[in-house]
C-alpha cells in the first residue's frame, strides 16, 4: 500500500521539463532541465517539486549504428526552496516514449562519399578500356587497357573503406529550449522534508 499520497510522487509519473542547452551525443556529458509547471502529489492536492525545479541529468554513450534515439538519465532535482532529491530516472519524449529524439546524422557522406567516388571512377576505367577493346574490331588498331590503373583504384578503395571505419557514429542533436518529459522510475516520498498544516 502507498505511503500518505500528499507526500507522494509515484513511480510511472511524468515530469515535464525545458532543457536550456542544446544536446550533441558526439561526447557523453551532464544535462540541465528546468521545470515550467508545478509538479503535484499522487492525490493532485500539494505541489511537491515546484516550477523552477532544475534537474541534472548524465548522457553517459553515443548512439549505435541504427539508432535515433539518445539515453538520457536524470539523476537530481533541486528545487527552488533547496530540497534535492535523487532521481535515477530515464528521459521519454513528449508521447512518453523512452530516450530523446532529434535530428540524426548518419554521417553518410564521411563514411560512403569517398568509396562511392572511387567506384565510380573504377567504373569509368573499366567502361574506357571495354570500349577500346570492342572500338579495335580486327584491325591492326592498339587494344587500350589499364590494369595498373584498375588494380590500383581497387588498392586505394580498400585504403579508404579502413579509414571510414573510423568515422564517429550517428550524431543525434537536439536544439535548446526543447521539452522533455522525466519519467520517474521510483516512488519519491518527501515526508521527510514537508509537513502540512491546516489554514486558520
Given at each position: 500500500?502507498?505511503?500518505?499520497?500528499?507526500?507522494?510522487?509515484?513511480?510511472?509519473a511524468?515530469v515535464?521539463?525545458?532543457?536550456?542547452?542544446?544536446?550533441?551525443?558526439?561526447?557523453?556529458?551532464?544535462?540541465?532541465?528546468?521545470q515550467?509547471?508545478d509538479?503535484?502529489?499522487d492525490n493532485?492536492?500539494v505541489?511537491?517539486l515546484?516550477?523552477?525545479?532544475?534537474?541534472?541529468?548524465?548522457?553517459?554513450?553515443?548512439?549505435?549504428n541504427?539508432?535515433s534515439?539518445?539515453?538520457?538519465?536524470?539523476?537530481r532535482?533541486?528545487?527552488p526552496?533547496?530540497?534535492?532529491?535523487?532521481?535515477?530516472?530515464?528521459?521519454a519524449?513528449?508521447?512518453?516514449?523512452?530516450?530523446?529524439?532529434?535530428?540524426?546524422?548518419?554521417?553518410?557522406?564521411?563514411?560512403?562519399?569517398s568509396?562511392?567516388?572511387?567506384?565510380?571512377?573504377?567504373?569509368?576505367?573499366?567502361?574506357?578500356?571495354?570500349?577500346q577493346?570492342?572500338?579495335?574490331g580486327?584491325?591492326?588498331?592498339?587494344?587500350l587497357?589499364?590494369?595498373?590503373?584498375?588494380?590500383?583504384?581497387?588498392?586505394?578503395?580498400?585504403?579508404?573503406?579502413?579509414?571510414?571505419?573510423?568515422?564517429?557514429?550517428?550524431?543525434?542533436?537536439?536544439?535548446?529550449?526543447?521539452?522533455?518529459?522525466?519519467?520517474?522510475?521510483?516512488?519519491?516520498?518527501f515526508?521527510?522534508?514537508?509537513?502540512?498544516?491546516?489554514?486558520?
Open positions: 500500500m502507498l505511503t500518505d499520497r500528499n507526500y507522494l510522487i509515484a513511480q510511472a511524468h515535464e521539463c525545458t532543457m536550456p542547452e542544446a544536446i550533441d551525443t558526439t561526447l557523453p556529458g551532464m544535462v540541465s532541465c528546468l515550467a509547471q509538479a503535484y502529489s493532485g492536492a505541489v511537491l515546484e516550477k523552477g525545479t532544475v534537474y541534472t541529468g548524465e548522457m553517459q554513450r553515443a548512439l549505435v541504427g539508432q534515439r539518445a539515453f538520457l538519465l536524470w539523476t532535482a533541486k528545487t526552496n533547496g530540497v534535492v532529491i535523487n532521481l535515477a530516472s530515464p528521459a519524449d513528449e508521447l512518453g516514449r523512452s530516450g530523446i529524439s532529434g535530428q540524426v546524422d548518419t554521417h553518410f557522406w564521411e563514411r560512403f562519399g568509396a562511392i567516388m572511387l567506384s565510380l571512377i573504377d567504373d569509368v576505367g573499366s567502361a574506357l578500356a571495354a570500349s577493346t570492342k572500338g579495335s580486327s584491325g591492326n588498331n592498339t587494344v587497357a589499364f590494369p595498373n590503373t584498375i588494380q590500383g583504384t581497387q588498392s586505394v578503395m580498400g585504403d579508404v573503406l579502413k579509414l571510414t571505419a573510423d568515422i564517429p557514429p550517428p550524431t543525434l542533436r537536439k536544439h535548446q529550449g526543447a521539452t522533455v518529459n522525466i519519467y520517474v522510475a521510483r516512488d519519491l516520498d515526508r521527510g522534508v514537508y509537513g502540512l498544516k491546516e489554514k486558520l
